[in-house]
């Protein structure tokens, strides 16, 4: 009862608002249990990553960084963490067990976002103060080439078969297509306002890319390379301003996406099909990026300004706990183990 | 639509005084490049843009020297080509190139003067303003000092007509957020250098002095855009209190320190290409070429009206580092932004303040909204 208690007046003094979630949450915070993943946090200002247990749903660790960590990811073996810390302008490879840092990447100026081929051997990393897509040789650490794109890069898509890239540069505000064989831009699409995010349905029929300053998504098809729908956001009380679409995350199956729309603080649930906006999730203030767990159950978010993580029960579209960590964490990864 | 052109070349004008300015503090002194160097910068990365839709951005300086006539600077840029010009003059000058444009159909973007009455009763159809008005800017300030209930204002103005005009706003935005103004005094310039062999030893005397004997007050608020006495008041006023204004807290479209919302890589961009900072009519200018190249890729024109009509309509929002969309007020053609608070060295803080609300844009809590304007567009 006291373990309860606690628990609920943390959550009021987090939440805010959200107080009518205290009564369904706390039944199933408690009596439900997850499989033990770990959720990897960067904290951009504490320059700190926070290891949280996805059972207890609990930050177990802090592992001190670089200079400004942003983008986050795993290697495909899940053997490190990889940390872009864009003031110390590289990427640092964390041992997940050890919890050392023992590599830098050849990541070029101040690196962010960044993805991996299938395979796990090479990272495409934008690289936001210089125009350009830094390739690099995961297994040799080096670089192996740069492809030229519109200004302040950031967002970074791989098509599930690895041979498309799209990055989005934030002041040109395209969406640019890059053919990883080649490494040349096979088209440019031209989006909303300051594009922060790109990512594909698993089946490659669609490409979604958030604009934060126009506060939309766009899903291009990734053939014709042709905006097919712009999702649109209207929150009743909120001010146009105030909407910013930035993290997307997308099930396996395509049938539902999740759009982090930052200083609105909330979630919008997207069918993915109808690319219809089917419900808005309060969560904490700021909200970033997210990260399904590998089972998919729970969706959980980065909340910038209240510097805690949202926990999404993606079957019922409920937040179900709000996990205190660094300071204005930013990107998250989820482990298997 | 037949005017409307896939355009390949795109040269913009851009027209200021060769006269520089000057200030109080020597560091505060622009550069002879202040201003055009944030459209240079505009211009590349419009150019960075334009590699991947075949359009290729320009920028034609032009200085007007001594009393060089504005209408005849018009006049030749026209013959250049050019019908889209950047305005750095003063708000008689502007009008007239305006007014001089105007048959030749050139839209002009005003990046330098904060006039009201460019956006209300000499208001034109065919210039955007990327400057801020100096309601805006007093507005700004207001709302953060209500915020942090420095409700009592000691208003020292300067005699010059400018001075004027920024006291008036102060005195505007004071009523309209409920501060007081206590006491109200005029700073007389009675000439003389802002730098000399003897140096601050009088100021040291004369300030505490002209400050004296003030009512209770929480801040004092200088309006001196003419530099002859604001720089001089903070830590030198009788009572100890802080100032706002043109000295100590300054309300202002950009500053050098400015780094939230992804503002370090312009401010990286920018320090590579002049080495010196990005000042606020840089920014000014850097936003005008920017709408200008946003017009051009999402349109894919180069002709004034088409672009003008994208500027005005919904779907045009531009990303300027201040955390949201920036979009014009439709009735004025002035841009709505964040203004910045910045003590010289730091951002203290962004308005519109939290809680100052409004139906449309909370933007628009800064300078004279729609129902009150008087400008009739045509």
Redesign the interface.
């Known amino acids: 009862m006291t373990e309860k208690t606690n628990i609920g007046s943390f959550l009021l003094s987090v939440a805010g608002a959200r107080s009518c979630l205290l009564g369904l949450g706390m039944v199933a915070l408690i009596g439900g249990q997850a499989s033990a993943f770990t959720a990897y946090v960067s904290n951009e200002k504490s320059n700190t990553i926070s290891v949280i247990d996805t059972d207890k749903f609990k930050v177990v660790k802090t592992i001190k960084v670089g200079q400004r960590p942003r983008g986050i990811g795993l290697s495909k073996d899940e053997k490190f963490i990889l940390v872009a810390v864009g003031d110390d302008d590289t990427i640092e490879m964390i041992d997940v067990r050890t919890h050392e840092i023992v590599a830098t990447l050849p990541s070029g100026p ?1 690196p962010e976002l960044f993805t991996q081929d299938p395979a796990g051997k090479i990272l495409y990393v934008a690289n ?2 210089d ?1 350009t897509v830094t390739i690099i040789d995961l297994e040799r650490r080096v670089p192996l080439g740069e492809v030229q794109v ?3 890069p950031e967002g970074m898509g791989l098509s599930p078969d690895g041979k498309t890239l799209v990055a989005t ?6 969406a ?1 297509f890059i053919d990883t064989l080649t490494r040349r ?1 096979v088209a ?1 699409v ?1 989006v ?3 594009p922060r995010f790109a990512e594909f349905k698993r089946d490659a029929s669609e490409v979604w890319v958030s604009s ?4 939309t998504v766009s899903v291009i098809d990734p053939v014709k390379h042709e905006v097919k729908k712009k999702i649109t956001f209207d929150i009743p009380g909120l ?4 909407i ?1 679409a930035v993290g997307i995350s997308i099930t396996r199956d395509g049938k539902t996406g999740f759009v982090a729309l930052g ?1 609105a603080n909330r979630v919008a649930v997207i069918n993915g099909a109808t690319h219809e906006v089917q419900k808005y999730l309060l969560v904490g203030q700021r909200v970033w990026h997210m990260a399904f767990t590998p089972d998919e159950k729970y969706l959980l978010t980065t909340n910038g300004v209240s510097n805690d993580d949202s926990i999404i029960d993606v079957a019922n579209l409920k937040i179900i706990k709000t996990i205190q960590v660094g300071e204005l964490p930013w990107g998250i990864v989820i482990s298997q183990q | 639509m037949s005017a409307s052109t896939d355009a390949a070349e795109i040269n913009i004008g851009y027209l200021r005084r060769a006269e520089p300015k000057s200030a109080l503090s020597l560091i505060e002194v622009p550069a002879a490049n202040d201003g055009v160097a944030g459209a240079r910068l505009a211009i590349d990365d419009n150019n960075t843009t334009g590699t991947f839709l075949n359009q290729q951005f320009s920028l034609e300086d032009v200085r007007l020297v001594g009393g060089a006539d504005a209408v005849a600077a018009t006049s030749a840029l026209v013959e250049r080509g050019v019908s889209l010009v950047i305005v750095d003059l003063p708000a008689d000058a502007l009008l007239k190139a305006a007014d001089a444009g105007a048959a030749r159909k050139l839209l002009f973007f005003n990046v330098g003067a904060i006039d009201d009455r460019l956006r209300e009763e000499d208001c034109r159809a065919n210039v955007i303003h990327t400057a801020p008005t100096r309601s805006m800017l007093a507005d700004a300030l207001a709302q953060y000092l209500v915020w942090k209930q420095w409700r009592r204002w000691l208003l020292v103005v300067g005699s010059h007509a400018e001075d004027k005009l920024y006291g008036d706003a102060l005195r505007r935005s004071a009523k309209r957020f409920g501060a007081r103004i206590v006491q109200e005094k005029v700073f007389e310039d009675t000439g003389g250098a802002r730098r000399t062999d003897s140096g601050v030893v009088q100021i040291q005397r004369q300030l505490p002095v002209f400050t004296q004997g003030a009512p209770a007050y929480d801040v004092l608020v200088a309006a001196d855009e003419s530099e002859v006495f604001a720089s001089y008041l903070p830590y030198r006023t009788w009572d100890p209190r802080p100032v706002a204004g043109s000295a100590g807290l300054v309300p202002t479209t950009w500053d050098g320190s400015h780094d939230q919302w992804g503002a370090v890589q312009l401010q990286d961009r920018f320090m590579r290409k002049f080495s010196r900072r990005l000042t606020a009519r840089d920014m000014q200018a850097w936003t005008a070429a920017r709408m200008i190249g946003e017009s051009a890729s999402r349109t894919r024109s180069a002709d004034p009206k088409v672009m003008l009509d994208f500027l005005t309509g919904p779907d045009f929002a531009l990303a300027a580092f201040k955390g949201q969309r920036l979009t014009l007020r439709d009735w004025n053609l002035q841009l709505r932004q964040p203004i910045l608070l910045s003590d010289g060295r730091m951002i203290v803080s962004v308005s519109p303040q939290e809680g100052f609300m409004h139906q449309v844009s909370e933007l628009d809590t800064l300078g004279v909204d729609r129902p009150e304007s008087q400008c009739r567009l045509k």
Request: without cysteine; negative net charge.
């Open positions: 101040d936001e103060n125009n519109g200004v302040e540069s934030e002041t040109t505000n395209m640019h831009i440019n031209l909303d306002a300051r934060e300053i126009g506060g001010r146009k301003e105030a910013q200083p």
